[in-house]
């Protein structure tokens, strides 16, 4: 999502650079863009209105009028973030009644677990040359707590940025895994979606949406309250590694000893 590419942008350019300035402003001002002329972003920014253009086009989006549609979504998709706490209760309450709902829902996900593609999904990580991650929002941050762990164990992990513009060299045995929660990526970036389609590299899609359409293969966290969808992700990423580390361990781990890279 939109939030996404800002952050990389704030965190990879110079705090001076316009790309920066821009990022910036809109960031803080999110809420006002979509009654924001071109114009009226330019003068705040105090750029002109053809780098605002030439921003939005570098963000992936065809023009200004596209951006700000973008902006909207990212709006409507936070009013329906869940609340997991009730404003009526104290912090003990609360917690009790998180602590209920989360153990409901663990207990759920772990009798429903597709445990057949589950493994088949750590075993072609696990023998995979390495492994592109594409995720948004909350997503994320679970891909950086990927690449960590598995490239502790030799396997490479790149993160693809936002609108995946970015060119690499894909070996035949790289694996594409997208992350998308709640399968919002594909409603958002569908010419991003067709991109990685169109790569004939082996592909997964991880999400708690099961009516989510794909075409190549796909891993549904069963999930019975889409409130909590987002720690049910959590849960079966923390699987997944600690499965790969189990295989790894078996074998003498010889990722590290090879130091495959892509």
């Given at each position: 999502m939109i939030d996404s590419k800002l952050n990389d942008i704030l965190n990879s350019y110079d705090c001076n650079d316009s790309?920066?300035?821009?990022?910036?402003?809109?960031?803080?001002?999110?809420?006002?863009?979509?009654?924001?002329?071109?114009?009226?972003?330019?003068?705040s920014c105090f750029v002109s209105k053809g780098q605002i253009s030439k921003f939005v086009k570098k963000l992936g989006?065809?023009?200004?009028?596209?951006?700000?549609?973008?902006?909207?979504?990212?709006?409507?998709?936070?009013?329906?973030?869940?609340?997991?706490?009730?404003?009526?209760?104290?912090?003990?309450?609360?917690?009790?009644?998180?602590?209920?709902?989360?153990?409901?829902?663990?207990?759920?996900?772990?009798?429903?677990?597709?445990?057949?593609?589950?493994?088949?999904?750590?075993?072609?990580?696990?023998?995979s040359r390495g492994i592109c991650l594409f995720a948004q929002g909350e997503a994320r941050a679970i891909c950086q707590i990927l690449q960590i762990e598995l490239g502790n164990l030799g396997i490479p992990i790149s993160i693809n940025n936002t609108d995946f513009s970015r060119n690499f060299y894909y070996h035949?045995?790289?694996?594409?895994?997208?992350?998308?929660?709640?399968?919002?990526?594909?409603?958002?970036?569908?010419?991003?979606?067709?991109?990685?389609?169109?790569?004939?590299?082996?592909?997964?899609?991880i999400t708690c949406n099961r009516e989510l359409s794909f075409p190549?293969?796909?891993?549904?966290?069963?999930?019975?309250?889409?409130?909590?969808?987002?720690f049910a992700m959590r849960f079966v990423i923390d699987i997944i590694i600690a499965g790969v580390k189990e295989?790894?361990?078996?074998?003498g781990n010889p990722k590290i000893k090879e130091n495959k890279s892509f």
């Open positions: 790309s920066y300035i821009i990022s910036d402003y809109i960031k803080k001002n999110m809420k006002k863009i979509p009654a924001l002329s071109i114009g009226e972003v330019a003068k989006y065809e023009s200004y009028p596209d951006f700000k549609d973008a902006c909207i979504d990212y709006l409507e998709a936070q009013i329906q973030k869940p609340e997991y706490f009730i404003s009526e209760y104290d912090l003990k309450k609360n917690v009790k009644r998180f602590t209920f709902q989360y153990i409901e829902m663990m207990q759920s996900l772990v009798l429903n677990m597709d445990y057949e593609t589950l493994n088949q999904l750590i075993t072609n990580i696990f023998n035949e045995d790289v694996m594409i895994l997208i992350i998308s929660i709640n399968g919002r990526s594909f409603e958002f970036n569908k010419s991003v979606i067709r991109k990685i389609l169109n790569m004939t590299n082996e592909t997964w899609v190549k293969k796909k891993y549904v966290v069963s999930t019975t309250k889409s409130d909590l969808n987002e295989m790894s361990a078996q074998q």
